[in-house]
């Protein structure tokens, strides 16, 4: 089984410019979730989806980041216009269910995204 | 969420046993204890997780103190591969969005 794929892996953009960030779940994962890591900050939580449903974006720092999962399948994080303090990695992770604490998420590998 | 508590970094000499801590004092009674760990380079990965009752997989044990008011995960064989950093994160009944602290660096010495 497939894990979680985001593309790409790494990404160097200058400041103004837009970025779109892919991820693809594991297949059958309702549930889609958005991380990222700043420079020298810990792992924070952007945003989750249960299929194509924003179910909590409290994590999204501004309007300059959108997030869609169109279909409910694969989501996209486009970043327009991208400022230096968008530097860092930024993580997709799935889940079958939502709901509960039970269950874990699986962790994609990452976009390292540097903003010049 | 609640708050987890964990030392900066710990270092462990490797086929030798591991035991992170990590406090929650402030957890709740519906409160999962969760671990995930990162590799170099990698994303988050799931190692463990519990209520109230030890747990075992194949990756750990995990030790919850019958307050619940900390937990210990244990490495029984640290490889150099379980370099990492470790994370103590608590998930509501309900919970979705993982919180991540600062998490216990892990250096294995060979």
């Known amino acids: 089984e497939a894990g979680v794929t985001q593309f790409p892996s790494h990404s160097v953009i200058e400041k103004g410019q837009t970025v779109t960030l892919r991820c693809d779940p594991i297949s059958g994962h309702d549930n889609l979730y958005w991380y990222r890591r700043v420079m020298g900050k810990e792992i924070k939580f952007l945003l989750h989806f249960v299929k194509e449903s924003k179910q909590d974006e409290s994590g999204m720092p501004n309007n300059r980041f959108l997030a869609e999962r169109t279909g409910g399948t694969y989501s996209t994080l486009k970043v327009q216009p991208a400022e230096l303090e968008d530097s860092g990695v930024y993580f997709c992770?799935?889940?079958?269910?939502?709901?509960?604490?039970?269950?874990?998420?699986?962790f994609g590998p990452g976009t390292r995204l540097t903003v010049t | 969420d609640a708050k987890t508590t964990q030392p900066n970094s710990m270092e462990s000499n490797e086929e030798e046993p591991v035991h992170l801590p990590c406090n929650h004092s402030?957890?709740?009674?519906?409160?999962?204890i969760h671990w995930y760990r990162q590799l170099p380079s990698q994303g988050p990965e799931y190692v463990i997780h519990?209520?109230?009752s030890n747990v075992n997989n194949r990756m750990a044990s995990l030790a919850i103190a019958e307050d619940r008011k900390s937990s210990t995960l244990i490495l029984h064989r640290a490889t150099l591969r379980d370099a990492a950093v470790y994370y103590c994160?608590?998930?509501?009944?309900?919970?979705?969005?993982?919180?991540f602290g600062a998490g216990t660096i892990l250096r294995v010495k060979s």
């Open positions: 519990g209520l109230t």
């Open positions: 994160i608590l998930r509501g009944e309900y919970g979705n969005k993982l919180v």
């Open positions: 992770a799935s889940s079958p269910f939502s709901g509960t604490g039970l269950y874990e998420q699986y």
């Open positions: 402030t957890i709740s009674g519906t409160d999962y």
